[in-house]
């Protein structure tokens, strides 16, 4: 006889084992449960080794991309960037020369009297003056408050 009590003792048998390894299912057994939508775009169980087969995506390139054409810079390097900044240069200095040429007697006039009046305020002396005011207010327990005015000049 068995040391367990009455209610298990019918389990457990002597000659036999009462469950066979085979009568186990375990959870890892079972097929699990995917939720796939249907023709009506519901969701419904269906079981995982009955999906239908995904085919694997293909790896995609995520380096960053050159900001600049490569094809560009090279361009730019054999020569190219050169005669675009020459070019550029002689444009600005058509622009400058064209501007002097437009003045006219009027705008030379101006441009002497401008230059007159800048060299005149070489000469003058300049004052100045610096006056500051702090105030610091320290405020303590039960409503006092210490104010300190400094003036300096």
Do not use: C
């Not at 390097?77 to 058509?94: I, K, L």
């Not at 064209?98 to 300049?126: F, K, P, Q």
């Amino acid at each position: 006889m068995s040391a367990l009590p009455e209610r298990y003792q019918r389990y457990a048998h002597t000659g036999q084992p009462a469950l066979r390894p085979t009568d186990i299912q375990l959870a890892d057994d079972r097929d699990p449960i995917a939720w796939v939508p249907d023709a009506y775009g519901e969701m419904v169980p269906m079981r995982r080794s009955q999906l239908p087969h995904m085919p694997a995506t293909a790896p995609r390139d995520l380096t960053p991309q050159p900001v600049l054409d490569p094809v560009a810079q090279r361009m730019l390097a054999g020569g190219a960037g050169v005669g675009a900044a020459g070019a550029g240069v002689g444009f600005g200095f058509h622009e400058l020369a064209a501007g002097i040429a437009l003045m006219g007697s009027s705008g030379l006039a101006i441009l002497a009297g401008l230059i007159l009046a800048a060299g005149s305020l070489r000469g003058r002396s300049v004052v100045n003056v610096r006056n500051e005011a702090h105030t610091h207010v320290h405020q303590k327990w039960l409503g006092r408050t210490e104010v300190k005015n400094q003036q300096q000049s």
